[in-house]
């Protein structure tokens, strides 16, 4: 028999979802899945508010962008853990069973329709930025819309960017885009306060021209390139110098460009 009446704490608790898996990648970074609404549609690299109840009854909510494409029957989300934060503090204890808040209305700049037709797609993150980027990497328009799509993040730290490297892994498994990323996905990460294979801003990186060598990259214009960012106030604004300086114009949803930018909500 299915028991169809609503649980004590989904009672209490509107837009509740049930917690699924949690990974804690170190002490400060953990992703999570949780039940998808079934009524939920969202384009992959949007984001939604989530959160907890507060004490007051009302909840504390903030805005996270969704780390799962928008066919996956789960969402996941990646996180900093904030000691003192009034959300992350209390949502890095959750786990599976637990219910968080999910609100049901998807919005944001980071979608392939606010950007115009190009050769080569870049996403360039730092921190939990990548999480819209985990969407897009595994969304199959990415690679119908192009010929490269280059994936950069870059952290303070070796074991921050073990979310996305895993991520990156199991890319070539997906069978939807499996195979389209073999052929078209590259992901460049780079660490600045600790040593690695690769070290540096990813602003630095372009302005000395080792990121395109490295990519094998000569042509790097506002006529080829799409480019998509996500990272921290400062980052964002130097991305955008950088790239309008070379003739690239914002994109939006409702006027596409050749760039789009959006803040890594959660720090
Ligand atoms: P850095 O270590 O040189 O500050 P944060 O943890 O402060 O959000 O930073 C995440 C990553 O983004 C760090 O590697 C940091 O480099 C880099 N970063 C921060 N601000 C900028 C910026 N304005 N331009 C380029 N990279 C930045």
Sequence with gaps: MNDLQPTKTAQTMPDAQTVLSVRHWDDRLFSFRVTRPASFRFRSGEFVMIGLPGENGRPILRAYSIASPFWDEELEFYSIKVPDGPLTSRLQKIEPGDQVIVKTKPTGTLVLDALLPGKRLWMLSTGTGVAPFASLMREPESYEKFDRVILTQTCRLNSELDYGADLARRLVEDPLVGEAAQEKFTRYATTTRETSDRMGRITDLIESGKLLEDLGVGDFG????????????????DLKRILEARGFGEGANSRPGEYVVERAFVD
């Design 222 to 237: 506002p006529e080829k390139d799409r480019v998509m960012i996500c990272g921290s106030m400062g980052l964002n604004q």
